[in-house]
Structures are given as structure tokens and as C-alpha cells.
């Protein structure tokens, strides 16, 4: 059974860090690229950052770069998203998502929000 697990979420004052976890399993995870996607109320979901299967390449949204890095452990079938300098535009749900040719996995979501 496939399962994707995101942690980590909750309220931040702007300028504020947090870290995202998701954890995988039921299927080959070192396989897979993984991604951040997020939904905003109102808005549409958006990719936010994305890894390679193999660790070596990372992607980000124009309006996260420099201020969110992902990363992943394979040997644990974790992947995470720090995320600095929060901005109360970054508020949104947040989710975890596998992919791989034509299969696509979503976790469940991780509220953010950013607000004073």
C-alpha cells in the first residue's frame, strides 16, 4: 500500500523557518522524483520544488528560490523541504508527491500558515 506522509506544518511568524517531512512507502522510493506542490485558498496547486530520483537535481518555483531547499534521504524513503524566510504568501497546504512515467502518489497535506 502507497503511502505518503507529510509533517511539519503549523503557524510562523513572518521571516520565520519551518521543515516539512514526508515520509514514503509501499514502493521502490529511490525510484521516483519527488516533489513539493502547494494550494493556496482559491488558487491553484503549484509545484513548489522537485529532486531527483538520484539526489543530484532540484527545481524551484521563482518565488521560493533561495529561501526553500529540498532534499531526500533514500536510505530512509524521506524527503524534506526547508523552508526560511517564510512570507505570508507562502500560506497554503502543502503536499508531498511521487512520480514515476505514468504513476503519481499523493500524500494527504501539511497546513502552513505564515502570519503575525
Known amino acids: 500500500q502507497v503511502q505518503l506522509v507529510e509533517s511539519g506544518g503549523g503557524l510562523v511568524q513572518p521571516g520565520g523557518s519551518l521543515r516539512l517531512s514526508c515520509a514514503a512507502s509501499?514502493?521502490?522510493?529511490?525510484?521516483?522524483?519527488m516533489n513539493w506542490y502547494r494550494q493556496a485558498p482559491g488558487k491553484e496547486r503549484e509545484l513548489v520544488a522537485a529532486?531527483?530520483?538520484?539526489?543530484?537535481?532540484?527545481t524551484y518555483a521563482d518565488s521560493v528560490k533561495g529561501r526553500f531547499t529540498i532534499s531526500r534521504d533514500n536510505a530512509k524513503k524521506m524527503m524534506y523541504l526547508q523552508m526560511k524566510n517564510l512570507k505570508p504568501e507562502d500560506t497554503a497546504v502543502y503536499y508531498c508527491?511521487?512520480?514515476?512515467?505514468?504513476?503519481?502518489?499523493w500524500g494527504q497535506g501539511t497546513q502552513v500558515t505564515v502570519s503575525s
Open positions: 529532486i531527483s530520483n538520484d539526489n543530484i537535481s532540484t
Open positions: 509501499g514502493f521502490t522510493f529511490s525510484s521516483y522524483a
Open positions: 508527491n511521487a512520480r514515476l512515467l505514468a504513476w503519481s502518489y
